[in-house]
Every structure is written in structure tokens, then in C-alpha cells.
């Protein structure tokens, strides 16, 4: 016999070292867990809104907790049980043995690890629900009942949502323990089966017979649900149970329900008697019933009943689809108004409507945004949006439509830490135009531009520390010795004048601190150390309470890991008293504190109360209403404005415009207004965030002077209404009379693809006989056709009264509500594309246009806008030229202008409008009540406008011959261009001058 030696077994523990590392690590991911929290606890604090982010984080965590104790208990039970109730001598094949033998010794952890991982995810799944569970927490009745179930409508939103995402909780519960149950008996011998016979041990036949049972009371709670759900069922003609749903569909679930309930009842006595006969049979007796009542019945149903005759079959349940979705969708108190247009446009025909046309908008925010930037960024770190912003400020007692936006800050060109955080904080300034109104050269007339700014608005605060393209964080304020953060330039003016490059000097404001020595040059650095050195650039100390404070080293260290940046910790710039700026969108501010709201797309700053504010719309929405249309809101929403497709769907049948909101673009304050308080589903928010909407009574009337009609609830309702405003079940459902948004005329898209609809525009107009002029925002329709049955003629003109008021607390009364201007079929009221393609071919427009291009400036089509005026429509276009090189920006030229088959091309509006209506439109307010002409040309010696118009251009009878008028053309075109070129703006408008003069002589006059 010969000594073996047996090599000792490793120890599989793990080494100190090994263990140092998981603790560090599992450490690291604490700390930036709990770092990542803080950041949000202390935004959420500093803005007054921390009930709002505990309130949501609590009730995730409970719903957590719930979904997973009651996803890892059960299934740790059923697995338990099935272990402990095991055979002791079971008869295992040899199948069976191997995998026991593999299984053993991970069966502890398994037991354990496996309903843990589980619950983990059925608790994610469950904190996505926390809104639903508070929803129907604070929820109250409506009031108002469903037209098939006679159910008060709180219950379609708020309780039956909730119920069934417990049922289906329930179910994967139940299902996942009764799968977990079989297979631990299978694995353990409490099941088995051969050829010959199967086998099952008492203790799991009761379990599973329980089980069952359990999951079949859940189906059939699921199935009686389901009757309720088929209210928003959208697989018949229209959203909702339609006749088909109602005689057999909700029939069907009922049936289903019961023997559901019946055959789990036959499995609870199986648990006891042990017989599987009945619960097998009724197994399959339900199977099959739910073939023939949820599948065949309803088929044979549609057949052989409906189809045949449709409409007649299907009316009851149309006209509640027509009723539900016209009051879900707030249509259901739409002013219908005929329209019988005129197409004669005869002399003196806006007399009536002098006070809209005074107001027509020419200038369009999409164009001239360029010019903006061109006359007013000033400095090569400022910008504007793409787009400015329609608004309207009451001057000197009048109310002026404009066109406005912020001068954001622009760090493209900024690459160190210190200036892009420290430095270069904020943007400056409101810069506003008129609206209807254009210099001599075709720029617009500024009511209010500059560094530092200055007009017509009044003094505010003109520091845009929160806009739309501020940046991802700033830091700000603290006791420094001397202040460090750019706030202007001094040596730029005004830029209505002449472009950025040829600004003059202005004078700084007294109240801040001019830098000028080379320490405070170095320490700023990039592009601003000349204008620091030389006492250019004035410098500021943010004083408000915008952000957290960095007051210790705690919060330095999460806020250096929240940006990853090591200089907010080390950075000896960052003192007592400095502040964070994050988070600064208004769009990402209002939604963090209001979550339950959709946010409007279309956010704009005003200046209300001394101060630039962003004014932005809340909705609250739902896709729970019984028996309204259910529409995908994201694809509602693109237009020739917002080409921008999300790539999930937002479902809803239900929208109110809930929330007005405001963001301060200096300190970044946020204040909720409940706009609707009839809303059901404000009603409930305002409960479970109590305190944090205030009063519309708490409004200024300089903000509600602001406030308009919300354009993505303009632009749903639109949609909607295209097909809904038809309220005939009859008429509905042959789509005779379908709508659809004209398509935009001049908008820009790749080549194959259609134009996007026409944006709704922002106007003062008057919709309808005798109806005041009031700001409004408005659409038009056309026949909903395609190929040769389509017609671009008008069918219906869309308003919505947006004047909110200007009484401190109390909202317009007209406000909101809608107008509908139906024109008869018989009329042929060009539609925009078909107008468009008439300015395009009428031969003295095109003629013109082609010479304008000469040298290769660029005609740019601004918006096609049409106005009920007159008895008629009025179409109106702005035309601008744009330099092929060298300074380039659209400037004002030409206006189109259209009226049934009339079309008139000049170079302001009113003079387009006299050449429309055969020389007098009757538009001329100083005609009528002393006021101002529309379109008017400002003076270029800064004076305000003076409501003159420029004198039209005198067309002789002993011209010069054609061929010597032709000369003269070519050479005022090179002029002019060259002019152009070198921002010579006197010798521009000489020669603009001498090329209409010599056009008129070569047209004849």
C-alpha cells in the first residue's frame, strides 16, 4: 500500500484585497448615487418645488416596494413550498437525478436570488405607475356619465386605469408562481409522467389547483373590465364600442367573465377532491368560448348585420363619437359663422376693416431672423433663434403686434472653463420690431434694440440668465473682490442702422463695473481680452437666487461629478456666495416642477412687470375618454414650423390647456397658474401637489396682456375639427365633407417630398360679419382630396380669440373661444398653394422677380397669410432680397397682395392694397379715424414711424423708349447690389429708387 498525498482544497474565500476593492467600488457607485439625488434635492429647493420631487420620488419608491414584495414573496413562497411539500421517495429518472445533483448545491441561492431578481423588475415596472395610483388617490367625480354604461367619466380616468394595470400585476404574479410552483415539483418528483401514467403528489396538486384557480378569478376580474375598455377601442369605424362592440363584443366579455369565474371555482374544488376531469373540460370549454364569443360572434356580427348597412347601423355610435371627441377635444362650443366671400375687390372694401389692416403682419418671424441677428447679435458671442416670437405690447394706448427675441449667449466661440462658466454667464437684452412696419431700405423698425437696450418697452431687467439656448450650467454671484462675469459690451450701439461691423460706441450703464486693467484681461482671456484691456466691456455680478449655493465642499464635489468637471471643486474663482445655474431651459424647468403636464413646443419671452419672462403652456391630457377619437398628438403637431417627428407615439382622446406657466429668465423662478380650473385632471394634481398652482386672480394684467391661445392645443384642435366639424352621423361617416390643412406654399423641402401643413399664424383680424379686431391665431381648410378630386379652393377659415386681457386677475371673456368661417361649396375662394402659384405665373410679378434676381440675389417667399377682410379673403406675402455675397440678410422689398382673382405687387402694403382695390382699399386709418396706414416705411433718422407711407413712384407718359428704360434698369440693379455689398444703405434706397422708376417705364406704366 503506497501513502497518497491529497492536496489540500483552495480556500475559496475572497482575499482582503479582493473584498477592499467590491467595498471601494460598491462605495463609489453609493456616493454617485447619492450625489446624483442631492443635485436634484438641491435644485428642486432652491426653486421652492422640493414637495414636488419628494412627493414623485416617494410614491416611485412605494410603488416599488409594493411591486417587488409582491412579485419576489409569492414566487419565493411557490418555490418554498413546492421544495418543502416534496415526495420523500420519489421515483426520478436518471434525467432528473443529473440535473438534481447539479441544481443542489445553488439551491439556496436560487431560491433566494431568483424572486429577488424578479421582484426587482416587477418593481421598476411598478414605480412607472406611481402617477396613476396618486391620480386615483385625489381623484372626484365629474359630474358628467359615458352615453353606453351611464358611469361618471372619473372612472374611465382615473380608476379603471389603475385597475387594470393591478390585474395585470396580479396575473404575472399569480402565472410566474404557478410556472416557478410546476417546475420545482417536476425538478423535486411532485410531478411525473411517462408514456403510461402521470403522477401527482397531493401537496401539489392543491398548490396548483390554487393557483389556478387564483389566476382564473384574475382573468375574469380582467374580462369585466375589459367592457369598459372597449369604450376606447379603436378597431371599429370611429374610437369607441360601435354597434358591433355593443351587441357582441361587451356581450362576449360578460359571458367570458362568468365562466372564468365558474371553471376556477371547478379547479378549487379539484384541490380538495383531487379530480381534474371538470376543471380540464371547463379549461377547454373556455378556450373555446373565447374563440367563438371574442372572435367568430363579433365577425359574424359585422357581416352579416353591419356591413350591409353601415351607416344606418352605425349612426347612434358615430354621434357618440362626434359628441364625446368634439367636447373632449374642447370643440364642442365652436362658433359656426357662413362666410359667403366676394371675389370683386372694389374700391373702399377695408374701410370697415381698416383697424385689421393696419395690423397685417409683413414682417415673418421665420426670415427675418437672420436680419436680427445680422443688425443686433452686436458680438460674435450672441445669437437668436431661428425663429422670433409673434407678440403684441400696448404703446402709447395702442396695441402693437411685433415681432421679438431674446439676445442669448452664444459659446461656440469659447474654449476654456473659466469663460465658458464663469464668464460668459448670460445673454442681454429684448430686441423687438413692428410687426407691420419696415425702414426705407427694408429692415425692421425697432421698438426696442441695443447695448445697453433701449425703446419703447420701458425699463427692465434686461439679463437672460435662463433661455433656450443658455448653457449647461454657469456659476454665478459670490463675494468677489471686483466682478467677473461679462455682461455687455460698451462699445456697440444700436444696430437698426447699419450691420454689426459698423456699430457705433455707447455708453455703459453706470450701475455695473467696467473692467480695465490687465489682471481682470488675463483672467477672462479668449476673445474678451481687448475689450477688457480697453475698457470695453462691462462686467456684473449675478444677484439674484438662481441656483444652489456651492457653500461648502460637499456640494462642490457632486456638482464636479454631476458635469464632470474637476474645476468646480478646485476652481479658486468659486467662492462664498457662488451659485450653480442648471437645468435653465423654461421648457426643462416647468416640466421638472409640473411632471404631469405635456408642455407646449412653443415657449415665448415677454417683458411683463420690469422683467423678461418666458410664458409657456401646460396640458393635461388623457387617452382614457370614453368614446373620443383617439389621435397620435406628436404627428398633429408638425407643420412647416416643426418638421421635427418624435419617435413614439403620444395617444390622446382628452386635452385641456390647464397651466399657464412663467419662467424669469433672470432668476429662473418658476410660478404655476391653473388656467382650467373645471378640469378634472388638474383637480387631482392640484391635490396631490398641493400649494404649487396659484390663482389666475394672482396674474398681473401686463402678463395677461401677453398670454395667447397655446399654438400645439390650436394646431390639435385644428386637426381634430377638419373632420369633426361635421355633426351629422350620416354626413360623418361618408366623409363627404372632409377637411385638411393646406399644405405650406413657400416652405422649403427636399425634392420628392410633400410640403408640411401650413403653421397657424398669429394675426389681428377680425373673423366674421361684424366682428372686432382682436389678436387671434388662425388656420385654413381645404377639401380633404387627392388626385384628380382634389381642389385647392377654400372650405373654412379657423380662429381663436388669443387677447387674454389686461385687467390684474380676470381673464377676457372672449378669450379662447373658437370661430369657424364655413364657405359655401358653391364658392371658389383660392385656397394658399393655389395663390402662391399665381404670384409665381402672373407676368408682371414674375417679370419683376426675375430682374430682382439679376446678379444673384436671392427672392425669398415669406408667409402666405389670409385675412377675412373686406367680405372677402385677403391674401398678403411679404417678398425679401437677399445679397449673393458679402453681408447677407433678408431685407423687406416687395408685398404681394391677393383678392379673388386680383393680385397687386408693390413695394409697401398699402400701396399693394390701393393697386388691389382700384386705387383706394380704404385701409388708410388716417381716412378713417386718424390713425396709422398699414405697412407704413419708417424714416431712417431714428425718429418713431409716423404712419406715412413712401410717396408711390411717378410713372411718366413721355418715358424714355423701352430699350433706354431697360438700361436704366440694369445699371440701378448693379448699383443696388453694389450698395448692398458694402452697407451703403443711402445709395441702396437711391437705386431701389431708379429701378422701380425705370421697371414702371418699361412695363408701360
Do not use: C
Request: net charge negative; proline share 5%; charged share 20%.
Amino acid at each position: 500500500m503506497t501513502d497518497q498525498t491529497t492536496a489540500a482544497p483552495r480556500s475559496r474565500r475572497l482575499s482582503p484585497l479582493a473584498i477592499t476593492i467590491v467595498l471601494v467600488v460598491v462605495l463609489i457607485i453609493a456616493f454617485l448615487a447619492i450625489a446624483s439625488v442631492m443635485t436634484e434635492v438641491l435644485w428642486f429647493e432652491q426653486l421652492g418645488y422640493l414637495e414636488v420631487f419628494a412627493i414623485q420620488w416617494l410614491a416611485a419608491a412605494a410603488m416599488f416596494v409594493i411591486g417587488f414584495l409582491g412579485m419576489s414573496v409569492p414566487t419565493f413562497i411557490a418555490i418554498d413550498i413546492a421544495y418543502r411539500k416534496r415526495p420523500v421517495y420519489a421515483r426520478l429518472t436518471a434525467q432528473l437525478d443529473r440535473y438534481q445533483e447539479v441544481i443542489e448545491p445553488l439551491r439556496r441561492l436560487v431560491k433566494w436570488l431568483l424572486p429577488a431578481i424578479l421582484g426587482i423588475f416587477a418593481g421598476v415596472a411598478s414605480a412607472t405607475n406611481w402617477e396613476t395610483i396618486l391620480l386615483w388617490w385625489n381623484s372626484e367625480p365629474t359630474g358628467e356619465v359615458d352615453a353606453q354604461f351611464g358611469i361618471d367619466l372619473s372612472f374611465y380616468l382615473f380608476t379603471l386605469p389603475l385597475l387594470q394595470s393591478v390585474a395585470g400585476f396580479l396575473s404575472a404574479v399569480v402565472l410566474i408562481s404557478l410556472i416557478l410552483g410546476v417546475g420545482t415539483s417536476y425538478l423535486y418528483g411532485g410531478i411525473s409522467f411517462n408514456e403510461r401514467e402521470f403522477r401527482i403528489s397531493k401537496a401539489t396538486r392543491i398548490q396548483t389547483a390554487i393557483l389556478a384557480t387564483v389566476y382564473l378569478l384574475i382573468q375574469a376580474g380582467s374580462l369585466w373590465l375589459d367592457q369598459f375598455a372597449a369604450l376606447t377601442d379603436t378597431s371599429g369605424f370611429a374610437t369607441g364600442a360601435m354597434y358591433t362592440g355593443v351587441h357582441a363584443s361587451i356581450p362576449g366579455k360578460q359571458i367570458l367573465a362568468g365562466i372564468a369565474a365558474i371553471v376556477a371555482l371547478l379547479f378549487l374544488i379539484t384541490s380538495i377532491t383531487g379530480k381534474w376531469r371538470m376543471p380540464v373540460i371547463g379549461t377547454a370549454l373556455l378556450i373555446v368560448s373565447s374563440l367563438v364569443l371574442g372572435v367568430g360572434y363579433p365577425w359574424a356580427i359585422q357581416q352579416f348585420k353591419v356591413l350591409p348597412d353601415e351607416q344606418s347601423v352605425e349612426s347612434e355610435y358615430i354621434s357618440r363619437n362626434i359628441e364625446a371627441t368634439r367636447k373632449a377635444y374642447g370643440l364642442d362650443q365652436v362658433k359656426v359663422e357662413p362666410y359667403d366671400a366676394i371675389t370683386d375687390a372694389e374700391p373702399g372694401a377695408l374701410r370697415n376693416d381698416a383697424v385689421a389692416a393696419s395690423n397685417i403682419r409683413i414682417m415673418d418671424p421665420e426670415v427675418i431672423s437672420r436680419t436680427f441677428a445680422q443688425l443686433e447679435q452686436l458680438k460674435q458671442y450672441y445669437k437668436f433663434p431661428n425663429s422670433l416670437n409673434v407678440d403684441r405690447y400696448e404703446l402709447d394706448g395702442q396695441v402693437e403686434d411685433t415681432v421679438s427675441a431674446i439676445r442669448d449667449i452664444d459659446l461656440s466661440g469659447q474654449t476654456s472653463w473659466y469663460n465658458r462658466t464663469l464668464v460668459f454667464t448670460h445673454g442681454y437684452g429684448m430686441v423687438a420690431a413692428y410687426g407691420n412696419q419696415r425702414s426705407a431700405g427694408g429692415e425692421p423698425v425697432f421698438l426696442e434694440n441695443g447695448i445697453p437696450t433701449s425703446g419703447r418697452l420701458g425699463e427692465f431687467e434686461p439679463r437672460v440668465y435662463f433661455g433656450m439656448d443658455s448653457p449647461e450650467y454657469s456659476i454665478v454671484g459670490g463675494d468677489h473682490e471686483k466682478p467677473i462675469e461679462l455682461d455687455y459690451p460698451s462699445d456697440v450701439s444700436s444696430g437698426s442702422e447699419a450691420p454689426a461691423d459698423e456699430a457705433e460706441d455707447a455708453t455703459p450703464a453706470e450701475s455695473e463695473e467696467q473692467a480695465t486693467t490687465e489682471a481682470d484681461a488675463a483672467e477672462i482671456g479668449d476673445g474678451t481680452a481687448e475689450e477688457v484691456n480697453t475698457g470695453r466691456a462691462n462686467l456684473t455680478t449675478f444677484a439674484g437666487e438662481g441656483g444652489p449655493e456651492l457653500s461648502n465642499i460637499f456640494t462642490k464635489i457632486i456638482y464636479a461629478l454631476k458635469f464632470q468637471d474637476v474645476e468646480v471643486m478646485l476652481s479658486g474663482a468659486v467662492v462664498d456666495g457662488s451659485q450653480i445655474l442648471y437645468d435653465r431651459s423654461p421648457l426643462e424647468r416647468v416640466q421638472k416642477v409640473a411632471p404631469y403636464l405635456t408642455i407646449d413646443e412653443a415657449p415665448y419671452a415677454s417683458v411683463v412687470d420690469g422683467r423678461i419672462k418666458w410664458i409657456i403652456d401646460g396640458y393635461t391630457t388623457s387617452a382614457d375618454y370614453p368614446y373620443s377619437e383617439i389621435q397620435d398628438m406628436n404627428s398633429l403637431l408638425v407643420d412647416a414650423d416643426n418638421q421635427r417627428t418624435s419617435m413614439l407615439a403620444k395617444p390622446v382622446n382628452y386635452i385641456r390647456n390647464s397651466v399657464k406657466a412663467t419662467v424669469d429668465a433672470y432668476d429662473g423662478s418658476v410660478t404655476l397658474y391653473a388656467w382650467d380650473t373645471e378640469d378634472p385632471l388638474l383637480k387631482s394634481w392640484s391635490k396631490v401637489y398641493p400649494g404649487t398652482l396659484k390663482d389666475v386672480s394672482e396674474m398681473s394684467g401686463d402678463l395677461l396682456s401677453h398670454v395667447r391661445y397655446p399654438t400645439d392645443l390650436f394646431k390639435v384642435q385644428r386637426e381634430v375639427l377638419s373632420k369633426y366639424h361635421v355633426t351629422n352621423a350620416g354626413a360623418f361617416y361618408s366623409d363627404e365633407d372632409a377637411w385638411r390643412t393646406p399644405d405650406d406654399p413657400v416652405a422649403s423641402t427636399s425634392e420628392g417630398t410633400a410640403n408640411p401643413p401650413q403653421p397657424p399664424y398669429y394675426l389681428t383680424l377680425s373673423a366674421g360679419a361684424n366682428a372686432e379686431p382682436t389678436y387671434s391665431i388662425y388656420s385654413t381648410y381645404i377639401p380633404d382630396a387627392t388626385g384628380d378630386t382634389a381642389r385647392d379652393i377654400l372650405t373654412g377659415y379657423l380662429a381663436a380669440n388669443s387677447n387674454a386681457g389686461s385687467e390684474d386677475g380676470k381673464i377676457a371673456e372672449d378669450y379662447g373661444t373658437l370661430k369657424l368661417l364655413t364657405l359655401p361649396k358653391s364658392n371658389t375662394i383660392p385656397a394658399p398653394g393655389q395663390v402662391q402659384n399665381s404670384f409665381n405665373t402672373d407676368p408682371k410679378v414674375s417679370t419683376e422677380l426675375n430682374l430682382l434676381r439679376q446678379g444673384g440675389t436671392r427672392v425669398i417667399s415669406g408667409n402666405l397669410l389670409t385675412l377675412p377682410v373686406g367680405g372677402g379673403l385677403l391674401y398678403v406675402q411679404p417678398v425679401y432680397l437677399e445679397a449673393s455675397s458679402g453681408t447677407q440678410f433678408p431685407l423687406l422689398q416687395k408685398v404681394l397682395v391677393s383678392f379673388g382673382d386680383s393680385i397687386a405687387f408693390e413695394d409697401t402694403l398699402d400701396g399693394a392694397l390701393d393697386t388691389l382695390f382700384g386705387g383706394d382699399s380704404g385701409a388708410n386709418l388716417e381716412d378713417v379715424e386718424g390713425g396709422e396706414e398699414p405697412g407704413s416705411i419708417a424714416p431712417d433718422d431714428g425718429s418713431e414711424p409716423s404712419g406715412e407711407g413712401e410717396e408711390e413712384p411717378s410713372s411718366s407718359g413721355n418715358s424714355a423708349t423701352i430699350t433706354q428704360a431697360l438700361r436704366d434698369m440694369q445699371e440701378a440693379l448693379t448699383d443696388r447690389d453694389a450698395a448692398m455689398q458694402e452697407g451703403d444703405w443711402t445709395a441702396y434706397g437711391e437705386a431701389d429708387a431708379r429701378l422701380k422708376d425705370a421697371l414702371e417705364r418699361a412695363l408701360g406704366g
